[in-house]
C-alpha cells in the first residue's frame, strides 16, 4: 500500500477522553449558513443532486435499503452507495487519491473514527455546521472522535467496542466461566481442547495481518497490561515494560500455539469466518460478527452457540480500543446539500435503530443501548456499551497513515511469521520512529 506523504507537519497527542469530550464540548463557533473551507472563504451548503456515498464494503446487506428509503424521501437528490474494500487503509488510500484529484461525486465519506485530525487538518472534509449538527444525545466518546480543535467535522455514525466472543456451549460443557485475562483464557483453551480432542479446534484469534486490525490488536495488548503507546501528554512512552509484556504475550502466543500460524494473514473477515466454522474457541472481533454468526442460512455452524464477554487483558480486566465510523462530507463535493441531508438521515434515532436490529452494528445515541428491542435481539448490548465507554483512543494524528504504519511494522516484526524481531528491540525501534514524528 502506498502513501502519498507531503512534507512533515505532523500533530499528534494522545488524548485522554475527558480532553477530547472537552474539546467535543467547546463545539464551533462558525455561523450554520455555511462551512469555511480551508481557505477560511465560506462554501455552499445548499446545492442539492446527485452524490456518490463512500464507505467500506457492506457484509449485512442493510446499507443499500437505507439509501433506497433516503432517495425516495428525497427526490431532489439521489444518493449512489460507492462500496469500497473492507480494508481500512485501503478506504482511506482511495478517499485520499479521490480528494487529490478533487473527484465531485465523492460527497459522504465514512470516516474511521483515527482519520478525523488528518481529514480535517489538511481541509480534505469540511466543518459541519453546530446549528444543522447538534451533538446531545449522541454517546460522548463518538462526538469527541469527529472533533478536532473544538469543531466538528464528522458525524457519529456507527461506534464500537472490542469483544470477546466465545463457544459457550463448549464453556458450559466444561464448567468453564468466561476468562477475564488471558492466562485464564489458556486455562480455560486447554481444559476444552484436551477434553474434545479436536486437532481442528484453536484457541484465540484476533487480526494480526499487517493493517490497521493490528495496530488495533496491537494497542488492546499494551493497554492490557498496563502500557501506552503515547501517553496523556503526547509522548510516545511504548518502549516500557508493560509495553513489551503485551507484544511478548502476543507473540508467546503464536509460538505456543494458542494463536493459530494462519492468523498472522488475518483480517476481521477471515477471523470471523473461522469462529462462525467453528474452529475457534475464543475470537477478539467487534459487534457485527453478532448478527452474522446468528445466521440460519448455513453460513455458520455455531448458531445459538456462542456469545460475547468483555475482553481479557493480559495482567487485568481488557482495554478495547475505540472503533467506529462517522460521516463527514468531502470538501470537494459538488452537492452539499444532498450530503447534509444524508448525514441527518443517517443519524436519526429511527435509522440508527434499523440499522442497529438489522446489522448488530453499535449505535452512537445512547438511548438506543436500552432499546427494548434492540436489547431483546442483542443482549450484548450493554456490554458493548461499557467496552466503548471504557474504550481508549488510538494516538489522535494529523500523519495518522505514517503513526500506524509505523505501528504495524514494530509489531508485525515480532511476531512468528511476520518478522524475527525481539519484542524489546521491536519497541525501541517504534519509541525512535514516533519521536520522529511528533513535531
Keep these: 500500500m502506498t502513501f502519498v506523504r507531503p512534507a512533515r507537519r505532523v500533530l499528534i497527542a494522545a488524548v485522554s477522553l475527558s480532553a477530547l469530550l472537552v474539546a467535543a464540548a467547546c463545539g464551533s463557533d462558525e455561523p450554520g449558513g455555511g462551512s469555511p473551507s480551508a481557505s477560511g472563504a465560506a462554501v455552499d451548503l445548499t446545492k442539492k443532486g446527485p452524490i456518490e456515498v463512500w464507505q467500506g464494503k457492506d457484509t449485512s446487506g442493510n446499507f443499500p435499503k437505507l439509501i433506497a428509503q433516503f432517495n425516495e424521501q428525497h427526490p431532489d437528490g439521489k444518493v449512489t452507495f460507492h462500496e469500497l474494500p473492507d480494508s481500512a487503509d485501503q478506504q482511506r488510500q482511495q478517499m485520499v487519491q479521490n480528494t487529490q484529484i478533487k473527484n465531485p461525486a465523492m460527497a459522504v465519506l465514512s470516516v474511521d473514527v483515527v482519520w478525523t485530525a488528518e481529514f480535517a487538518a489538511k481541509g480534505y472534509v469540511i466543518e459541519l455546521p453546530k446549528d444543522q449538527f447538534p451533538t446531545e444525545g449522541f454517546l460522548p ?85 498496563g502500557g501506552v503507546i503515547v501517553d496523556d501528554a503526547g509522548k510516545p512512552n511504548v518502549a516500557t515494560p508493560e509495553a513489551t509484556k503485551g507484544l511478548q504475550t502476543l507473540v508467546d502466543w503464536f509460538k505456543e500455539g494458542y494463536i493459530p500460524k494462519g492468523a498472522i494473514t488475518w483480517q476481521e473477515e477471515q477471523g470471523r469466518q473461522a469462529f462462525q466454522n467453528g474452529t475457534l474457541i475464543f475470537h477478539r472481533n467487534w459487534g457485527y460478527v453478532y448478527n452474522l454468526a446468528a445466521k440460519t442460512d448455513g453460513s455458520s455452524k455455531i448458531v445459538g452457540k456462542y456469545d460475547v464477554a468483555p475482553l481479557p487483558g493480559i495482567t487485568g480486566p481488557g482495554v478495547s480500543s475505540l472503533g467506529g465510523h462517522n460521516y463527514a462530507i468531502a470538501a470537494n463535493a459538488e452537492n452539499k446539500g444532498t450530503a447534509i441531508e444524508f448525514l441527518k438521515f443517517m443519524s436519526s434515532p429511527e435509522v440508527q435503530k434499523n440499522n442497529t436490529l438489522a446489522t448488530s452494528n453499535s449505535p452512537t445515541l445512547a438511548a438506543l443501548y436500552s432499546d427494548p428491542d434492540i436489547v431483546k435481539k442483542f443482549p450484548f448490548m450493554p456490554i458493548q456499551l461499557k467496552s466503548i465507554e471504557g474504550a481508549k483512543p488510538r494516538p489522535v494524528a494529523v500523519e495518522y497513515g505514517d503513526v500506524t504504519l509505523a505501528i504495524q511494522d514494530a509489531a508485525y516484526s515480532a511476531l512468528p511469521g511476520g518478522g524475527t524481531t525481539a519484542p524489546d528491540a521491536a519497541l525501541q525501534q517504534l519509541q525512535s520512529k514516533l519521536q520522529t514524528l511528533i513535531q
Excluded at 151 to 167: M, V
Excluded at 187 to 202: F, M, S, V, W
Design 141 to 225: 466518546a463518538t462526538v469527541a472522535s469527529g472533533t478536532y480543535f473544538n469543531k466538528l467535522y464528522a458525524y457519529p455514525s456507527t461506534s464500537d467496542g472490542g469483544l470477546l466472543y466465545y463457544r459457550k456451549d463448549l464453556l458450559s460443557k466444561y464448567n468453564v466461566e468466561p476468562p477475564t485475562t488471558f492466562d485464564e483464557m489458556k486455562a480455560a483453551c486447554d481444559t476444552i481442547r484436551g477434553g474434545e480432542n479436536d486437532p481442528k479446534l484453536e484457541c484465540f484469534a484476533g487480526q494480526y495481518n499487517k493493517y490497521e486490525g493490528l495496530t488495533v490488536n496491537f494497542d488492546e495488548a499494551v493497554h492490557g497490561a
